[in-house]
C-alpha cells in the first residue's frame, strides 16, 4: 500500500521532525546563507531589438519595516509621509537595536523584514539594473509582518483612526520611493495580506482606508483612466488601467484577492461580501477586453491552488481522503482567470517569497479554447524566509504584450549594507525558452513531472534559483509533490496527482 501524502513527504525529508518539514518547505524558517546569491555566471542573452520589447520591473513583498528604531515612531507618527525619508535616514538612537531587538522578541517575530538601509540598497540596485523601465508591478505586501503588533506596543493608547493613518503613510512612503526612484514612471500596485488597517488578513471594503490608499495607488494614473480606477479601489482594492506605451491595446488587471483568502476577515470579524463583487467585475473586464481584442495581465497579492507548506506542516492525510489546504478559499479564482486564457498573456503573483512558475488550468485541463494562464511569482525584498532579497526585470513584447525574458537580481547580503546586487539568472538562457507564456510554462511543468528525482538540467536550475541565496537546495527533497502543486490548481487535480492507483 502506497504511503500517505504527508508520510512520503517526511520519509523523503528527514523523516523525524515536522519543525523541519517546515524547514524544508522554506516558508516561515531562516535558512542557512552561501554569503552570496548563488548565481548561474551564465552569460546573458543579446537583449531583443529595443523596437521588440520594452523593460518592466517586478517587485513584491517589500515588506518595509518603519519600526527599525523605535525612537524614531513618534516623529514618524507625526509627520506626513513626505518626510519620512529625513527621519529614517537621520542617525540611530543611542538603544536602538537593544529596543528593536526587545520589539520584536515581544511580537514573536522569526527573522528580518526590510530596513530602511535595505529599502535604500534596494531602491538603488533597482535604478541601476531596471533604468528606464516601462512600468513598475508591486504584487503586494509593502508593510512588514508584525505591523500590527509592534504599533500597538510603541503606541499602546492609540485609537484606530490612528494606526489607520500610521499604515497610510507607510504605504504612501512606500510607494513614494519607487516614484521617487523612478519619476514619471506608472508604479501599479496590489494590496497584499498585511497592506491593512486592521491586522494581517482583515479588511473592511468601502473602507476610509481603501479610499485615503487608492488616490495614493491612482496618482499617475491617465486622467481618463483614474476616476474609475478610485472608485473601485475605493471599493475593494482593485482597478483597471492601461498598460503604457509602446505596449500596444494591452491593460493591466489589478486584484485585491484578500477576499478570497482562507483566512480573511472583515475588520469586524464577520465575513464581507467583496470577493463576489470582484469576481462579477474581474469577469466583465476579461469580457470586454475579449470583444475588443484587447491584451491583459492579471496581478495580486495570494496565489491560487495548494499551499503545500501548510498542507504538509498539518499533515494532511490528502491520500486518505482529506483536502489539501488551498491559499484561497475557493477555485472560483482559477476558473474566472483559466476561460480567459485567450485574453490574458501573464498572471503575476507573490507571497510565499519564492521565485515560482505556474499554470493555471481550467478544471485541471487545457482545452485549445483556453490555453491556460502563465503565472510568475515575483520574489520578495524582503529577507525574512532566508532568502537574498530580489527582484526581477522583464521584458515585455510590445505588440503581443507577451513576457518574452526575465532576469533576477538579488543582493549579497540580508542588511543591504554595503550589499552588492547581481545577477541571479536569466530565464531565457537558464531554461532553454524563447518567451515565458503558457505553452512554454507547459512544457517545463511536463519536463519537471517526467523528471521526478530532479536530474535534467532545468529542474536542477529551478531548484537552485527558488529561493535566491540559500545554500542547501532542499526543495529537491520533496520535488513530486511540489511539481503536482505548480499545475493542478483544485483539490481534487492535486490529489490526483500526489495520489496515483496504488501500485
Known amino acids: ?70 525612537a524614531k515612531a513618534p516623529l514618524l507618527a507625526a509627520a506626513p509621509a513626505s518626510q519620512w525619508q529625513a527621519i529614517l535616514a537621520a542617525p540611530h538612537s543611542p538603544d536602538q537595536q537593544k529596543r528593536f531587538q526587545a520589539l520584536q522578541q515581544t511580537c514573536d517575530v522569526r527573522g528580518a523584514d526590510t530596513s530602511f ?19 513598475v508591478a508591486v504584487s503586494g505586501d509593502l508593510v512588514s509582518h508584525a505591523f500590527q503588533c509592534e504599533y500597538h506596543e510603541l503606541f499602546p493608547h492609540s485609537p484606530p483612526s490612528s494606526y489607520r493613518a500610521f499604515a497610510e503613510k507607510t504605504l504612501a512612503y512606500v510607494i ?61 482594492g482593485y482597478y483597471s488601467v ?26 469586524s470579524g464577520k465575513a464581507d461580501p467583496g470577493a463576489a463583487a470582484e469576481l462579477a467585475w474581474l469577469r466583465q473586464q476579461l469580457e470586454e477586453a475579449r470583444a475588443r481584442q484587447q491584451k491583459v495581465w492579471v496581478m495580486a497579492h495570494i496565489p491560487p491552488g495548494v499551499d503545500l507548506y501548510s498542507t504538509a506542516r498539518k499533515l494532511t492525510d490528502v491520500c486518505g481522503g482529506q483536502k489539501p489546504i488551498m491559499f484561497l478559499s475557493s477555485e472560483k479564482l482559477v476558473d474566472v482567470l483559466s476561460a480567459y ?25 487545457s482545452p485549445a479554447s483556453s490555453p491556460g494562464v502563465a503565472v510568475k511569482l515575483a520574489p520578495s525584498i524582503s529577507p525574512i524566509h532566508g532568502n537574498s532579497p530580489s527582484f526581477t526585470v522583464a521584458q515585455v513584447d510590445r505588440l503581443s504584450a507577451a513576457l518574452k525574458d526575465y532576469r533576477v537580481f538579488a543582493a549579497s547580503n540580508q542588511t543591504g549594507v554595503n550589499a552588492k546586487w547581481t545577477e541571479e539568472y536569466d530565464f531565457a538562457h537558464g531554461f532553454h525558452a524563447a518567451e515565458f507564456t503558457s505553452s ?27 529561493l535566491a541565496g540559500a545554500s542547501l537546495p532542499l526543495l529537491r527533497l520533496v520535488w513530486p509533490e511540489y511539481v503536482c502543486s505548480l499545475s493542478n490548481d483544485s483539490a481534487q487535480a492535486f490529489k490526483a496527482c500526489v495520489c496515483p492507483a496504488a501500485q
Not at 538601509?117 to 512600468?135: D, N, Y
Not at 516614484?179 to 508604479?187: A, D, I
Not at 509602446?246 to 477576499?259: E, G, K, Q, S, T
Open 1 to 70: 500500500m502506497k504511503q500517505s501524502f504527508p508520510a512520503r513527504i517526511l520519509r523523503a525529508a528527514f523523516t523525524s521532525s515536522a519543525a523541519l518539514l517546515c524547514l524544508l518547505l522554506l516558508s516561515g524558517t531562516s535558512l542557512a546563507q552561501s554569503g552570496n546569491p548563488a548565481a548561474t555566471n551564465h552569460k546573458t542573452q543579446a537583449a531583443p531589438p529595443a523596437q521588440a520589447t520594452v523593460p518592466a520591473l517586478l517587485v513584491s513583498d517589500i515588506h518595509f519595516e518603519p519600526f527599525g528604531d523605535p
Open 117 to 135: 538601509a535595505l529599502f535604500e540598497s534596494s531602491l538603488k540596485a533597482m535604478r541601476s539594473h531596471a533604468a528606464g523601465v516601462s512600468f
Open 176 to 236: 513614494g520611493e519607487l516614484y521617487t526612484t523612478f519619476p514619471g514612471t506608472p508604479v501599479y500596485v496590489a494590496l497584499g495580506n498585511n497592506d491593512s488597517d486592521c491586522g494581517d488578513y482583515r479588511l473592511d471594503a468601502h473602507s476610509e482606508f481603501l479610499a485615503a490608499t487608492g488616490k495614493e495607488v491612482t496618482r499617475s494614473f491617465p486622467a481618463a483612466e483614474r476616476k474609475a480606477a478610485e472608485e473601485t479601489f475605493s471599493a475593494g
Open 242 to 267: 492601461s498598460l503604457p506605451a509602446p505596449i500596444m491595446n494591452a491593460r493591466l488587471l489589478v486584484l485585491n484577492d484578500l477576499f478570497m483568502s482562507s483566512h480573511y476577515a472583515a475588520c
Open 341 to 365: 486564457g485567450d485574453v490574458i498573456k501573464l498572471a503575476i503573483f507573490a507571497h510565499t517569497h519564492m521565485d515560482e512558475l505556474r499554470l493555471l488550468k481550467e478544471n485541471g485541463q
Open 440 to 466: 512554454s510554462v507547459n512544457k517545463l511543468v511536463a519536463g519537471f513531472a517526467a523528471d521526478p528525482g530532479a536530474a535534467t538540467e532545468a529542474s536542477q536550475a529551478y531548484i537552485r534559483n527558488f
